[in-house]
């Protein structure tokens, strides 16, 4: 990875791979760089009785929305039989990030569960004090509105009103 500049974290089976690059470094990091690093993980996988599947596999490019609409490569051939389409939301550690970290889908995702929730918890109002009620609104909506709350950091200031209670 470090030899071709990638950097990699990772947490348990689920790892990233991530290089900044210009724009017109695309054709570079995505036809070349990109592949080959795979072809060392797959290479180090089959070392360790590890199997890479390109079903789960994704590739993001983030940036702006004017950088994003110049992008000219939509996939990326790891082997000549298997493509891996370029995705414009993806999924990391529960938080789904869009390519314009405009945090959208993660709001609206957070949104709908924990409406979900609180309707759930308003089932049980009748059974439990006042005081049971407000730890149990904490334990499950406030804790998955604290998840990852540092990536709201800068956000703009409507994506952060629509998760005010």
Known sequence: MKSRKFAIHGYADDHQIYKSFPLNMEYQVLCKDLPSCFHDIENWMTEHYLQLNPGKTEIIVFGSKHVLSELEINGVFLKPSVCIRLVNVTKSL??????????????????AVNCHKMRNIAKMKPFLSEVQM?????????????YCNAIYFGANKSVLKQLQI
Do not use: H, R, Y
């Open 94 to 111: 529960g938080f789904t990030l869009d390519s314009s970290l405009t945090l959208d889908p993660q709001i609206k995702k957070l949104k």
């Open 134 to 146: 407000q730890i149990i609104v904490q334990s499950l909506v406030i804790s998955s509105l604290d």
